[in-house]
C-alpha cells in the first residue's frame, strides 16, 4: 500500500507540474544574465501568474526579430521583449505580432505626439534612453562633443553591428539623421576612430571596461551603473550636440499558445512591480515611472531640442540606405 500511496502521490505531483503553463519570453541576452533584470522579472512575475517564466536570451535587440522572422509561425515564443521602435515597423510588417490591446499612459518623451500618451497598437515600451559614448574621465580630461570633434580625434571606439544590435542601429540612424547626405563622408572619418564592432552591447562593454578602447557606444545613463552598484565615479558620457533616443518594447505573437498569459505578462510589464526593477538592473530610464523613482546618479534627460529619434515607419527605408553607406565607409 506504501507503494501504491507514493505512486499516486507522484502521479499527482507530475500532473500538477505538467499543468502548470509556461510563458516564453525572447529577449536580449544582457536582461536575462545575472546582473540584468531578468531574474527578479522572473520572481516577480510568477508571484502571481500561477505559471513558469521562460526567458529565452537570444543576442541583441536586433538579432531578435531576425530569428523571430526566421522561425515564423512555429516559434515557440509568446513575447518577444528587447525591440526598439527602430524596429517596429519591420516587426509589425512582418504580420508575426498580434495588438496587445491595452491602453497605458507612460512616461516616456514622445517627438511624434502629446507627451504620454503611446498609440502603438502593436508594442508597448518598457525602458527608454539615449545613446551616448561613455569613457574613462581618469583616462581622458576633455572628451569629445560631437561626432566631428571625436573623428578628428585619434580615439579609438568600440561599435556595435545595425544588423544585429539596436545601439548599433541606433548610432547608424543617429548619424543618417544629424548628418543626411554627408552621412558617408562622417563614416569615412570615424572609420580610423573604430576599434572593431561587434555583435552586441555585451561585447562591446566588456572590451571598454577591459581597456581596448577608449570610448564605447552605450547610454547617457551607464555611467549610473558603476555609481550606484560599484561607488566607481570613474565612467562618464560624452554629452554631444545631439543624441538619439532609444525607446524598448516588447509584443506578443499572433501564433502564441498562451495568448491570454501573454497579455498578462505585458500588463504586468508597466506595472510598478516591473518597472520598479528597471532602473537599477537594466539602467534605463523606466517607461512608467515607480513609486522609488530613479537612483540620483541618473542623469537628467536629453533636452528635447537635443533629442534624435525618426518616426518608427521612417526607418525602413532609411535604414537601407544608411547600412549601405556604413558598410562603404568601413570596408575601405
Same mark, same amino acid.
Given at each position: ?12 505531483? +507530475? ?72 524596429? @517596429?515597423?519591420?516587426? #509589425? ?9 491595452? @491602453?497605458? +499612459? ?12 503611446? +498609440? ?77 564592432? @561587434? ?37 562618464? #558620457? ?60 541618473? #542623469? ?7 533629442? !534624435? ?9 532609411? !535604414? ?13
Amino acid at each position: 500500500m506504501k507503494y501504491l500511496s507514493f505512486a499516486a502521490g507522484l502521479f499527482a505531483a +507530475t500532473a500538477a507540474v505538467a499543468e502548470t503553463p509556461v510563458l516564453t519570453v525572447y529577449t536580449y541576452d544582457s536582461f536575462v544574465s545575472d546582473w540584468g533584470p531578468g531574474p527578479a522579472v522572473k520572481a516577480a512575475f510568477e508571484e502571481t501568474c500561477g505559471c513558469e517564466l521562460n526567458l529565452v536570451g537570444a543576442g541583441d535587440g536586433a538579432a531578435l526579430l531576425a530569428r523571430v522572422k526566421l522561425e515564423g509561425a512555429r516559434s515557440v515564443a509568446d513575447v518577444v521583449l528587447g525591440l526598439d521602435t527602430n524596429l @517596429t515597423a519591420a516587426a #509589425a510588417e512582418s504580420g508575426l505580432f498580434a495588438e496587445h490591446g491595452q @491602453t497605458v +499612459t507612460v512616461d516616456v518623451p514622445n517627438p511624434f505626439g502629446e507627451p504620454g500618451t503611446w +498609440t502603438d497598437p502593436n508594442f508597448l515600451p518598457f525602458d527608454w534612453g539615449y545613446f551616448a559614448f561613455v569613457y574613462d574621465n581618469t583616462k581622458l580630461d576633455t572628451a569629445p562633443a560631437s561626432f566631428d570633434e571625436l573623428a578628428a580625434s585619434d580615439l579609438k571606439i568600440v561599435i556595435q553591428d545595425p544588423r544585429s544590435s539596436t545601439p548599433g542601429l541606433g548610432l547608424l540612424l543617429w548619424v543618417k539623421e544629424q548628418y543626411g547626405a554627408d552621412a558617408p563622408k562622417m563614416w569615412e572619418a570615424l572609420s580610423d576612430n573604430i576599434l572593431t564592432v @561587434t555583435k552586441g552591447w555585451s561585447e562591446a562593454y566588456g572590451l571598454f571596461l577591459e581597456g581596448e578602447a577608449d570610448m564605447v557606444l552605450s547610454y547617457t545613463t551607464s555611467p549610473a551603473y558603476h555609481i550606484v552598484a560599484e561607488e566607481d565615479q570613474s565612467k562618464s #558620457a560624452a554629452a554631444f550636440d545631439s543624441h538619439y533616443m532609444q525607446i524598448e518594447v516588447a509584443g506578443k505573437l499572433a501564433n502564441s499558445d498562451q495568448p491570454d498569459l501573454a497579455d498578462q505578462f505585458l500588463a504586468f510589464m508597466v506595472s510598478d512591480a516591473f518597472q520598479s526593477i528597471i532602473p537599477t538592473t537594466n539602467w534605463m530610464y523606466p517607461a512608467v515611472t515607480p513609486a522609488a523613482g530613479v537612483p540620483d546618479a541618473f #542623469a537628467a534627460p536629453i533636452a528635447p531640442e537635443q533629442a !534624435r529619434l525618426l518616426a518608427p515607419a521612417d526607418v525602413p527605408a532609411i !535604414r537601407d540606405e544608411a547600412l549601405a553607406e556604413w558598410q562603404a565607409a568601413l570596408s575601405q
